[in-house]
Structure formats: C-alpha cells, structure tokens
C-alpha cells in the first residue's frame, strides 16, 4: 500500500473515531436510590447526615429486601453516616462528637440502632461489633400510611432534646437525642454578663435561667434590667413567671396584671389568657 492510500485509511479511521465520539455524549440518569443530606441544629448542636434513599417498588421491606436479624446499611449505595458537632446521648448511651456510620438491626417487635467508627465500611459482611460507638434498642411502629422513599428526620426539636426517626413502607423507629447545652450556653451568658460595655441580653438569658431552673435571683435581676430597657407585655411577663417561682405571689400577680394591660394594648390576646392562667394559679 503506498503511502498516499496509507494516509487516506489513517484519516477515513481518525474522521471515524471523531465522528462516533461526537454521537455519544454523556447520558445522566436518575439514581435508583437519590442521595440526601439532613442538616439540623438543636441546641448548640450541629447534626448532619448523609445517606440514600431507596424505594419500596412495590416490594416486601422488613423481613423481605431486608432480612430481620441482619445488620443494615440503613440506606442504600454507601454507608449512612451521621455527624455530631458536640457530644450527643442516643437513648441515653454517651457519644463522643464525630461522625460514624449508622447501622440498624431490625427485627419484628426490636431494633437495635448502632453508631459505629468505619464509616467507609465496604460491606456490612465486614461488620464487626468491637468497632461500635453505642448499640441501642428502639421500637418499630407501624403506620398507617406507607412511605414510599426510605426517609430519616430529626424532629420534636427541643433545645436539649431531638428525635432521630427512621421510617421505610409502614415501618418508623425512633430514638432519643440528648445535647449539654447548659455547659456551654451558661459560660457564655456569665461572661457577657460580666462585661463592661456592650448591650447585654437580659430578657433571653432570664428566660433561659427560668426554663431550665438555673439561678433564679439572676434571672430577676436580669428581667429587671430588660423591663427597664423595653416594657413590654412579654417581658412583664417573664417577670411575673419567675416572681412566681420564686414564691412571690403579690409580686407575681402585679407583675401579671400589668403584662394584661401591655397586652391589651398590644392586641395580643394570647398573653391575656396566659397572664389569667397564672394569677389562676396564684390564688
């Protein structure tokens, strides 16, 4: 072959390859199980998980897709993990801040829910029990109506206290979690406080100390001091909240019956009937 047919077949190839790269561009398709991040805040906590969603299909679940009495991924694709920007308690069990993958058990009338420190875990075949940060027990309920897209929440948001539910066809678990937000929220609040200069928060740092039972002459000096700055029917009220507390009737019941008259003229009649509940239970 002479080297002019030589370059011909060495273009007609080339023009080729080109032409067949040019007709296939890349194709996305939708994931069978799409990948979801729940971020929440409870407390001063910060609690982030990462996992996948699969879908019922129309087939059977728990004690079907997946065995009872079996470690689960709790998800699909990759591992479940869940991230704690301070220490946390499940169920009461401490955990120290971190991330680790969650794995479930799940049995008919049980599960037990574990944290666990490899996270990038290939298989739950290579599970091993030594490496698990907390093992609790939590119970299925069965609901009414199913959920088509295996879903995990956090809900029933206190500010020490969430729930972390689990829920997949008719199936929902739920566990406790616990944050100290008293060891570094009160620090914080001491210390401005204590400064010199600089606009304090009075009326939240008073109610903060009335709500979780912290230092109650406090959290009256410091309602004072918010009263004087705006007196309004909400912050004569706290005062007349933790006057009560304190064993103060009289005081309370004044403190109630001015926040009524705030109230009135602030046309929030839930603070009436709030202030009438407590002079109620003054008398």
């Keep these: 072959m002479n080297l002019k047919a030589i370059n011909l077949s060495l273009a007609l190839v080339t023009g080729f390859t080109t032409a067949a790269l040019a007709q296939a561009p890349r194709v996305e398709f939708p994931a069978p199980s799409p990948a979801s991040t729940v971020k929440q805040r409870v407390g001063l906590s910060d609690i982030e998980i990462v996992y996948s969603r699969p879908g019922v299909k129309g087939r059977t679940i728990f004690g ?8 689960w991924r709790t998800g699909a694709n990759q591992s479940t993990k869940v991230t704690f920007s301070t220490p946390v308690k499940i169920n009461g069990t401490a955990v ?5 993958a969650l794995y479930t058990i799940p049995e008919a009338n049980e599960w037990t ?3 666990y420190k490899n996270t990038a875990l290939a298989s739950t075949a290579d599970y091993d029990p030594k490496d698990d940060v907390a093992r609790v027990k939590a119970k ?3 609901l009414s109506q199913a959920v088509e897209s295996f879903t995990i929440d956090v809900n029933d948001i206190r500010d020490e206290s969430a729930t972390l539910n689990l829920a997949w066809d008719k199936t929902r678990v739920s566990v ?12 914080q609040i001491e210390a401005a406080m ?3 200069e600089g606009a304090k928060p009075y009326y939240q740092a008073a109610m903060f100390y009335y709500d979780h039972g912290l230092d109650l002459e406090k959290a009256r000096k410091w309602i004072d001091a918010a009263v004087a700055e705006r007196e309004a029917h909400f912050t004569v009220h706290l005062k007349a909240k933790i006057l009560a507390k304190l064993g103060d009737k009289a005081g309370a019941i004044a403190a109630a019956k001015q926040s009524t008259e705030l ?5 929030d009649n839930s603070y ?9 239970s003054l008398r």
Excluded: M
């Design 263 to 267: 109230a009135i003229q602030a046309k």
């Design 176 to 187: 406790k979690l616990e944050v100290d937000l008293k060891s570094r929220l009160v620090p």
């Design 96 to 100: 120290p801040a971190g991330t680790y």
């Design 140 to 142: 299925p309920v069965k």
């Design 272 to 280: 009436v009937k709030l202030n009438k509940d407590l002079i109620s």
């Design 194 to 196: 204590a400064a010199p």
């Design 64 to 71: 079907g897709l997946v065995p009872y009495g079996e470690v």
């Design 113 to 115: 829910v574990i944290l």
